[in-house]
């Protein structure tokens, strides 16, 4: 039976139109049949099933039910789709698989048995450690390590990599401590007073560059040993190093103007003069010492006194001490008369003051021409305050002025350390001594 024209331009699809063309050939198989030779006995046509397929628009790239697999390990399948059997858009294989000969088959099983982290030994991780413990160390997730977790284990130095917060390993090699600039290698284990881990070299260092007389010892750091040598003729060590010598300029620091002018011993063992410097509060520039304290009251300059504490001070900031040591007192007052009624002697009684009051007395001695008092007395004097001594002759009734003397420049009067001789009058000899207190 051949097909008509119009059911062989009939587009449908092939599997529906394979159906439809078993079934034609089936109908035409029968209508032959019933006809069968006819009384005549003609033979059955065979049936003419060629059709035409150029009105699919595709031909096939695969047959039905293949598979293969993609150079770069993907998998391909033949599917049936626009009227056509085609190849399948590439697909991976399930996690753990490869894909072979156009299957999907396992080549590695994940081992994640005992671990909180890491590979699970098929290209994975068997999960992410917690920001608690974000470090992953042999499978358990911990915190960073530190330096504290630094140990050795032989010649072995376990290390905190501060790069990733984890242990490495190095091991300690005499190779390392020459590259280092050290003569040898010692062990691994921490220097004295260090607790940190390391590996330890042993050898010279610049720290063995020294002097021994005239012969120079330098460490030589391509060996680890130090390489003694005797200084030629006219060169001196100095560090290890033969060297010209050089000159001092110096020998003891000195004063300039009241300023100290630095003598020190500079790098090269010569004496240099350094820049004027003014001296502390309260210090002075002795000759040939420098700053310091006050020895004695010439130290200081014309208008101050050296205190106790060494340091050079107006008068007026301190106490001063006045040592009554004796007094003498003529046998009659300035009248002529006896000092008192009956021609008794005088009791005398020496105060410190300035010019307008008493502030310290010594108390009467009676009836005596001379007493040695050897008291002392304490007076504080505000600026610009004269010191004064004054002497009575003290009675019952009252104390009578003998004699007095005051000394407006208190700086000069300190530095002399007193005075000997008589007083305003020269009625009355005192001899006294003034020094400053705290």
Known sequence: MRLSPTLQRTRCPRALCFHLLASFVALGAAGCASSGTGGGGSPVPTPDTTFDTSWQGCSDTCSPGATQCTPSGQRLQCNYGGNCWSWSTPSDCPYGQICSNGDCTATCTPNCGGKECGPDGCGGVCAKCPSAAPVCVEGQCTLPCTDADDYCAGDTLNYCNPSTGTMSTSTCSWADC???????????????????????????????????????????????????STCPT????????????????????????????????????????????????????????????????????????????????????????????????????????????????PDPNICVGNDTD?????????????????????????????????????????????????????????????????????????????????
């Open 178 to 228: 020459v590259v280092a600039g050290f003569k040898d290698y010692s062990k691994c284990g921490s220097n004295p007073g260090d607790p940190a881990k390391s590996c330890l070299c042993v050898g010279c260092t610049a720290a063995d560059n020294g002097c021994s007389g005239n012969k120079a010892s330098l460490c030589d750091a391509s060996t680890g040993k130090v390489v003694t």
């Open 234 to 345: 006219g060169t001196k060590c100095s560090a290890g190093t033969c060297v010209v010598p050089c000159k001092d300029e110096c020998s003891v620091a000195v004063c300039q103007n009241g300023k100290e002018i630095p003598c020190v011993k500079g790098t090269d063992g010569c004496y240099k003069k350094l820049a004027a410097k003014g001296c502390d509060d309260g210090e002075v520039c002795l000759s040939g010492a420098g700053c310091g304290p006050c020895a004695k009251q010439s130290d200081c300059p014309t208008n101050e006194v050296c205190s106790v504490f060494g340091s050079c001070v107006s008068p007026y900031e301190v106490s001063l001490d006045v040592t009554i040591h004796s007094v003498t007192f003529p046998v009659y007052d300035t009248t002529g008369a006896a000092w008192d009624i009956g021609g008794g002697l």
């Open 358 to 438: 008493n502030l310290a007395c010594t108390g009467a001695a009676s009836d005596a021409l001379t007493v040695p008092f050897e008291k002392t007395l304490s007076v504080t004097l505000a600026w610009g305050d004269k010191l004064c001594i004054s002497a009575y002759d003290s009675d019952a009734l009252s104390d009578d002025y003998a004699d007095g003397s005051c000394w407006p420049d208190v700086a000069a009067l300190v530095k002399a350390g007193g005075k000997k001789g008589k007083l305003f009058t020269g009625l009355v000899y005192v001899d006294f001594s003034v020094s400053p207190g705290f």
